[in-house]
């Protein structure tokens, strides 16, 4: 499905999780502060629970393009790896 605005993905949203739609409502703007991270947090988890949830300190989480095939999971890999090495410096 096509990104069709912000006005059409809260109606979907609110079709079919309206848990989800108000807690993205409290996240942007109503209550406290507190109240707003805690909403934003929720719903980071909801949407994120299929994948096995959201990710933890020490995961990075990344997004390749449409069509990369799994070749570009070893180019991925390679470049994960780079990052968490320890430098030869």
């Known amino acids: ?7 059409s993905v809260l109606k ?3 079709t079919q999780d309206p848990d989800l ?3 993205l409502e409290t996240a942007s703007g109503g209550g406290s502060l507190d109240e707003r991270i805690a909403a934003l947090r929720q719903a980071i988890d909801k949407v ?3 994948l096995g949830g959201a990710w933890q300190p020490g995961e990075m989480l990344f997004f390749a393009e449409q069509g990369n095939g ?3 999971t070893d180019e991925w ?3 994960v790896a780079s990052l968490t090495q320890p430098s030869a410096c």
């Open 1 to 7: 499905m096509h990104f069709q605005g912000e006005k």
């Open 12 to 14: 979907t949203i609110g």
């Open 21 to 23: 739609l108000k807690g």
């Open 48 to 50: 994120f629970e299929p």
């Open 70 to 72: 799994p070749e570009a």
């Open 77 to 79: 890999e390679d470049f």
